[in-house]
C-alpha cells in the first residue's frame, strides 16, 4: 500500500501521532484510542507492514515505536510542491501588503 494512501486514514495518523511522543503496548493504545484491541492490531500490523513501525516484546506484550525513515522519504518528496507554495504565500503577502 502506497506510504500517502496509509497515512490518509485518520486512526492510523493517530497512532503515529500516540508513537511519535513514546513507544506504547497493544493495551496503552487500546485504552487512548477508544478502539478494540483487534481494531488496533489491524491498523499497527499495516503501519508494521509499510515499515512505520516496528514492535519488539517485553515480557508478554509488544511495544510499538515509530520509524522516522518513511516519513522522511515522503517528506523528500513533499519539498518541492513547499518550495512553490511558499513562492506563491509569500507572493500573496507582498500584493496584500501593497494594497494596504
Do not use: C
Not at 495518523?13 to 481494531?39: F, K, N, W
Not at 491498523?43 to 510499538?64: K, P, S
Request: aromatic letters at 6%; hydrophobic letters at 45%; proline letters at 6%.
Amino acid at each position: 500500500m502506497p506510504i500517502f494512501e496509509i497515512l490518509a486514514d485518520p486512526t492510523r495518523r493517530r497512532v503515529l501521532d500516540l508513537l511519535i511522543r513514546q513507544e506504547r503496548s497493544v493495551g496503552a493504545l487500546v485504552d487512548t484510542l477508544g478502539m478494540s484491541q483487534p481494531a488496533v492490531s489491524k491498523q499497527l500490523r499495516t503501519l508494521r507492514d509499510a515499515g512505520l513501525v516496528e514492535a519488539r516484546i517485553d515480557a508478554q506484550r509488544r511495544v510499538y515505536r515509530l520509524r522516522p525513515e518513511p516519513l522522511a522519504e515522503a517528506d523528500a518528496w513533499l519539498a518541492p510542491y513547499r518550495r512553490f507554495w511558499r513562492g506563491r504565500l509569500a507572493a500573496l503577502e507582498k500584493h496584500l501588503d501593497n494594497d494596504r
